[in-house]
């Protein structure tokens, strides 16, 4: 939207105020429109249907919460950006704004060139808001007409009795079921033995009834919470129920959005190497996979010649173009800004064939601000099982590749197979390098700062590996760990990683530091018996607290084999350890296993903070997490902060702990104990 035609309202009673920044609102390319009170505002709201509102806190008469509410309640008022204007910067205050419906906050004296960027921000987010809005509606409007309905229980019969509306509140064609047994053969499948087992034991040991049944029946399915108090005698349990279908939904979106990229929809490199796995576990012997990395040569060039848009339709051309060249089963992502990658079953098509079919349809001209334009591409091919066994490898292999066809003007396609000896074998190279590393003392840790919001004080860090190699000098996680885990080596690297990171803890609490110490753990760390005897071995010959020392499993590591990650965690809690769980939310987890998992902290992923301050959708799935954690019990810590307007909001939706680049990098073990006398004596 041209920022010329956009209005804004700024309501202050300080005349001086409303001068100093309509005029630099004004400069910026914005008309503004004046209101000297609450009041005055909801009149004048009507008549200049402004963009965005810049709205006071301290008014007489309306305040600046009471108009927002008032807007907010008004129908053409849900989406509008309001921004609130206050000289308080308590947690209160900022709470309170959001409770009432504002998008942002600022805080007085205003800094212009700071007020312009945050309304730029404002009016962006807006208009990516939109693009949710429906699926925002819908979900708004479930939540009004969602009614609680009841339901009785007969322990010893199984005998259900339900609220005369339960029919019409679940929109249900048939009546409701009668018993617990005719309850769980509405569930699907493959989630009624775990069902099952929740009400044998709920009923059992006489505990209240907290769970969501996906029920299928009649060609319809409903997701039903059920919730109770505890048995309290009579064999009898009386709770509540309510259809969450809709909102389940929503969630579902949001998560969506979080996994796939904005501007094609296509999975992202997480999702896309998830998938990939999940096919190379499955596939057949004997059947190859290629992975094959596309790159759009010279994009910049297209973006400074016929600007950022025109490049984006570039990309959304190519990406169709894929789409049509590619067979049904076949995986797409948008791997970087200007490059895909893909992963095809060759079963029923050699690569030769799949090299002229992406040739056929990715070598065609296109039309770009009235010129037909002719885009080139560079691939690069790796093959399951030749070039390497794992989702990660194989992308890597496949970017080594291309990039060499970048590289050489005669030629856009390349097999990794085909690669010089020197490139063909790095990663052959890396991985017996790898083998000596430990051996050669050249692993070490590095450790990165947590910190309390409510204090500003650094109580943990999260001990990372690092590797510095010989001839390369510092090599990239990315690059060893999963060759770490590929070739079983984690095992002992893992161990190295945990007696050294509890060392270096017990040497920070004998100088007076009591820092807590999370440690990173792998699927096959938490997969052996053996771990927590070992841990306990080295705590007490350390002398380390073992309250200081926290275990962290991400969230697939945890829902491999969930029942079996639950026992090894329990054994770990009773040794007294803290328990983390990291990249909540990225997976596929349910939330009764996380009830089920004997947990102290919720790590909050970088990918659901890097967006916190762009739109309410981004921030919902934080509020969801936070709250949840609260229920819980649980401490949270939000990874990868990097400005301060994250850390506002972070603390403004009651974050316990924030890491990130904003205050500290990873930082190796000599320089910690210098960092937290500077930080922490710094008001």
Not at 144 to 165: H, I, P, Y
Not at 508 to 525: E, F, K, S, Y
Not at 576 to 588: K, M, Q, S, V
């Amino acid at each position: 939207m041209d920022a010329t035609l956009q209005t804004l309202l700024l309501v202050d009673d300080d005349p001086n105020i409303r001068m100093l920044a309509g005029h630099g609102l004004k400069r910026a390319g914005y008309r503004v429109q004046e209101a000297s009170s609450g009041s005055e505002a909801l009149e004048l709201f009507d008549s200049v249907r402004p963009d965005l509102m810049l709205i006071d806190v301290a008014m007489p008469g309306l305040n600046g919460f009471e108009t927002v509410t008032a807007i907010r309640q008004r129908p053409d008022g849900a989406m509008i950006p309001l921004v609130m204007l206050t000289g308080s910067d308590d947690h209160e205050s900022v709470t309170t704004a959001f409770e009432v419906g504002a998008t942002d906050f600022i805080i007085k004296p205003i800094n212009l060139p700071l007020l312009v960027q945050r309304v730029r921000y404002a009016l962006a987010g807006a208009e990516r808001e939109q693009r949710l809005q429906r699926i925002h509606l819908e979900q708004q409007s479930a939540c009004k007409l969602a009614k609680l309905g009841f339901w009785r229980l007969n322990v010893l019969t199984g005998e259900f009795q339900w609220s005369s509306e339960a029919e019409a509140l679940l929109g249900r064609s048939e009546p409701m079921p009668q018993t617990v047994a005719e309850l769980l053969a509405e569930i699907p499948a493959d989630q009624r033995s775990r069902s099952e087992r929740w009400f044998a034991q709920s009923l059992d040991q006489q505990q209240g009834i907290d769970m969501e049944l996906s029920l299928h029946r009649a060609g319809q399915e409903h997701i039903i919470k059920l919730q109770s108090s505890p048995q309290t005698g009579q064999d009898v349990l009386v709770g509540a129920f309510q259809d969450v279908t809709a909102l389940r939904a929503f969630e579902d979106q949001a998560l969506y959005l979080v996994e796939h990229d904005e501007l094609t929809g296509l999975p992202n490199l997480r999702l896309f190497r998830r998938l990939l796995e999940d096919r190379l576990a499955r596939q057949r012997e004997g059947v190859d996979i290629a992975v094959v990395v596309v790159d759009i040569d010279r994009l910049q060039r297209i973006n400074r010649a016929f600007g950022p848009h025109q490049g984006d339709e570039v990309i959304l051309t190519m990406a169709q173009r894929l789409k049509q060249a590619l067979p049904p089963d076949s995986l797409l992502c948008r791997l970087e800004s200007d490059a895909f990658a893909l992963a095809v079953n060759l079963e029923t098509l050699e690569w030769q064939g799949l090299e002229a079919e992406l040739h056929h349809h990715l070598n065609q001209s296109m039309l770009l601000n009235g010129r037909d334009l002719l885009v080139s591409c560079s691939m690069g091919m790796a093959l399951y099982p030749q070039d390497a066994t794992d989702a990660t490898a194989l992308v890597q292999a496949a970017q080594t590749a291309e990039r060499q066809a970048s590289a050489e003007p005669t030629t856009r396609w390349i097999c990794f197979a085909d690669l010089e000896p020197q490139q063909h074998d790095g990663l052959i190279i890396l991985e017996n390098d790898l083998r000596c590393a430990l051996d050669k003392q050249e692993f070490f840790l590095v450790y990165q700062p947590q910190k309390h919001l409510a204090t500003g004080h650094i109580v943990g860090v999260e001990a990372l590996l690092r590797w510095r190699h010989a001839e390369r000098g510092i090599v990239s996680p990315a690059e060893f760990i999963p060759l770490l885990e590929a070739t079983g080596m984690i095992h002992t690297v893992g161990d190295w990683i945990l007696q050294e990171a509890i060392r270096q803890g017990a040497e920070w609490q004998q100088q007076g530091l009591n820092l807590r110490v999370a440690v990173n753990l792998a699927a096959a760390q938490v997969e052996n018996p053996q771990l927590a005897g070992r841990v306990n071995e080295w705590i007490t010959h350390y002398g380390l607290p073992v309250e200081l020392l926290e275990l962290e499993i991400t969230e697939s590591t945890a829902m491999q084999t969930p029942e079996t990650t639950i026992l090894h965690l329990q054994k770990l809690r009773e040794c007294g350890l803290r328990i983390a769980i990291d990249d909540f939310g990225t997976g596929y987890s349910s939330l009764a296993y996380l009830a089920q998992f004997p947990l102290d902290t919720l790590k909050i992923d970088r990918a659901f903070v890097k967006d916190i301050t762009l739109g309410r959708q981004n921030r919902a799935i934080v509020t969801a997490l936070s709250a949840l954690s609260r229920h819980l019990g649980l401490t949270t810590i939000a990874e990868g902060v990097e400005t301060e307007r994250q850390r506002d909001y972070l603390d403004a939706l009651d974050i316990d702990e924030i890491q990130g680049f904003l205050f500290s990098k990873p930082l190796e073990a000599q320089h910690v104990i210098k960092f937290l006398q500077q930080h922490n004596s710094t008001p």
